[in-house]
């Protein structure tokens, strides 16, 4: 065994002492049907798996990969710690930064998730603010429908500090980007009246619930010419689900999971961190010994834990290679099967979908049949536990008010439908039959809140 690589199944070459992995196949051979089913056959077979957006999946080869991993460092963890962690988070930083078009890579940081790349980001606006670098009152913007945990974040590091956090009222279902470039404008206005100034704007690739893809090059564009100090791009669910590239974007930092779309085992995500005077001030809110040695190398080590998720992205590269046309050709499949998918489950039902087909990527939000009567957060949730426990669907509901003139508001709900490798037509052919067969049986959401606030209450 190298220094530099572990071998798997002769996939990884143990003399390529810069950690590079060739974006293109080393297989002839393309993966078959039943080959994928082999891969995802530790998913549970009696459940549609249609929520791929919440939690991502696995390959077994990439599981059994990430295993050599693991055994290795408790077979010998001094040697692993000195002479092969950084070698293979190297590799991965390599292969990630050639992925996204990064320019150098030093602007790419491995860390476990997205949440702690928010953190990082927020905290040097904290220090901003704490430092007099900002004046009390200075804006951070954010899309309305944000991530929970972001929104969360930024009242945590920011409002605490004395910052305005300002949120973009975006419309849903929606129609257009201009519909989106247009109130994001309004927001940056507000944000900069009495003198304030716009610190940072934190936009969503593609936002989670409801989920659409967000025009980021188009409102990035807009932050420069109205002098936003800093673009943030909370991009989740976009390594493996769009097309990722950072220069092209032109946001100061990027950061998307790998454990959601991209195949890699929980968790996973890297943060790009354009080089400039503020990205060389960046910090992992962990300090460990490698403080002040550079983002990267301080993520690459922040105590004793479990890093294989990080090491495996070589072997995510060659399980990707055995589809046609590799990442590209996976990424548009899922989009127009996604889309197909939801055109059907529409029709069926006589309802609308959520955005244009340009604006879905591996997600489609497909509304649901009025009388189902999802009338709240707590409604959705019931629904969607019913769908999993009666009927073995496994699918987000999302509910919101539409109000028309200001007052005459009415409950309306979708379901954020995912599709990845594994999913076939029949996974949606049931989320289909289970829902006409609730709507046959006059069903009702408060009706199943009822019943289930009755098993709570018995003794």
């Known amino acids: 065994m190298s220094n530099h690589s572990i071998s798997v199944n002769g996939v990884i070459d143990d003399d390529d002492s810069n950690g590079h992995v060739s974006k293109k196949s080393r297989s002839n051979t393309l993966i078959t049907d039943e080959d994928i089913r082999s891969e995802f056959s530790h998913h549970d077979p009696s459940v549609a798996r249609i929520n791929n957006g919440s939690f991502g999946c696995c390959p077994s080869s990439v599981l059994a990969a990430q295993k050599l991993y693991q055994k290795l460092f408790l077979c010998q963890p001094d040697k692993f710690y000195f002479d ?13 930064a050639e992925l996204i078009n990064a320019d150098h890579i030093d602007e790419v940081s491995i860390i476990d998730n997205v949440t702690t790349a928010t953190a990082i980001v927020l905290q040097q606006i904290q220090w901003g603010f704490a430092e007099g670098r900002f004046q009390k009152g200075d804006a951070v913007v954010i899309l309305h429908y944000a991530y929970g945990s972001v929104k969360k974040s930024i009242n945590a590091y ?148 479990d890093y294989s998720a990080q090491l495996i992205v070589s072997e995510v590269m060659a399980f990707i290679n055995r589809f046609e046309g590799g990442i590209d050709g996976i990424r548009k499949s899922n989009h127009d099967k996604v889309i197909k998918m939801g055109k059907m489950l529409a029709e069926a039902w006589g309802t609308a979908l959520g955005s244009p087909n340009d604006m879905c ?15 709240s957060d707590e409604d959705a949730m019931c629904l969607r536990r019913h769908l999993r426990e009666v009927f073995g669907v496994e699918v987000p509901i999302y509910y919101k008010e539409t109000c028309k003139n ?47 606030q009755l098993k709570m209450d018995l003794p």
């Not at 293979?88 to 930083?93: H, P, V």
């Not at 940056?188 to 690739?205: C, M, Q, T």
């Not at 990205?279 to 922040?302: D, F, K, Q």
């Open 158 to 305: 920011v409002a605490r500090a004395g910052g305005h956090v300002i949120e973009v009222q975006l419309p849903f279902p929606v129609t257009s980007n201009e519909e989106i470039m247009m109130e994001f404008r309004k927001a940056l206005e507000l944000g900069k009246r009495n003198g304030r100034k716009v610190r940072l704007a934190v936009i969503d690739h593609i936002t989670s619930m409801p989920s659409v893809v967000i025009p980021v090059k188009e409102l990035t564009i807009i932050c420069r010419e109205e002098g936003v100090d800093q673009v943030f791009v909370d991009a989740a669910h976009a390594m493996g689900s769009v097309e990722v590239d950072v220069k092209d974007i032109g946001a100061d930092f990027y950061t998307s999971n790998l454990h959601k779309w991209f195949f890699c085992p929980p968790s996973v995500a890297f943060l790009y961190s354009r080089k400039s005077a503020v990205s060389s001030g960046l910090h992992h809110p962990v300090v460990s010994n490698e403080y002040g040695t550079g983002l990267a190398m301080e993520s690459a080590w922040i105590g004793t834990r």
């Open 84 to 96: 092969h962690l950084k070698p293979f988070i190297l590799r991965s930083r390599t292969i990630i």
């Open 406 to 452: 200001g007052d005459d508001c009415v409950p309306v709900s979708y379901a954020r439908i995912s599709h990845q490798v594994y999913n076939v037509a029949e996974d949606y052919f049931r989320f289909r039959d289970a829902i006409n067969k609730l709507v046959e049986n006059g069903f009702t959401c408060r009706m199943q809140s009822a019943s289930f």
């Open 361 to 375: 990527s591996s997600m489609m939000m497909v509304g649901l049949p009025e009388c189902l009567r999802v009338c």
